[in-house]
């Protein structure tokens, strides 16, 4: 009888110890909730997009005309000049008068970034678990409070990434990206602009 009393005497602590672990756990996990839920204002920022190749694009009214029939430099500005007014004229578009914009990209940052709330949950978690360990377990405490915390802050760092992508998303699928309307200005001037100067005996490219 007095051994079954010893016995349940050196279980009740064991119990209690995992209950404190288990407790802080859920204090570790209860605060990650509220971190990965607090909404912060994520900076966004446009970028230019470089071309496939890795170098800028050419201007869409950019020409390379040959004379097909010897014409001499003097009548070659020429030439480029009346096509030039004639295109303007036509399209009523002067690639003097209007930028081009560069295709562009919005870029959105998740704030704070990315593994911060997995190394700050983590510190959280190991310090709770070494308080609610108490002195003697405090290194085991630690141990599993470090560890639940890194889970609990990766998750929020994989769930603000994926808010931030999202983001993206949206910002470029409403067209804060090129303008489509002066690019196609543009192109329509280089067709005109093309089809004058092979009119004039020019191999236009």
């Given at each position: ?36 839920c607090y909404y912060r204002p994520y900076p966004v920022a446009v970028q ?22 010897g014409q001499t430099v003097e009548q070659q500005s020429r030439d480029h ?125």
């Open positions: 009888m007095v051994l079954n009393r010893r016995e349940t005497a050196g279980k009740h602590p064991l119990r209690g110890r995992a209950s404190r672990l288990c407790l802080g756990i859920l204090l570790v996990l209860s605060a990650g909730g509220m971190t990965s230019p997009v470089p071309a496939a190749n890795g170098n800028s694009s050419l201007p869409l009214t950019q020409l390379y005309f040959y004379p097909n029939k000049y009346e096509c030039y007014n004639w295109a303007v004229k036509m399209t009523g578009f002067d690639p003097g008068r209007s930028a081009i914009p560069m295709n562009q990209r919005v870029s959105v940052v998740p704030m704070p970034p990315p593994g911060w709330d997995t190394i700050t949950m983590s510190i959280t978690g190991a310090v709770l678990g070494a308080l609610i360990g108490g002195p003697h377990h405090a290194g085991e405490g630690a141990l599993i409070g470090a560890a639940g915390g890194a889970l609990v802050g990766a998750a929020s760092d994989v769930a603000r990434q994926e808010s931030a992508r999202q983001m993206e998303e949206a910002y470029n699928a409403q067209g804060l990206t090129p303008d489509g309307q002066l690019a196609g200005q543009a192109s329509r001037f280089r067709r005109a602009m093309s089809a004058c100067m092979e009119g004039r005996g020019y191999t236009v490219r």
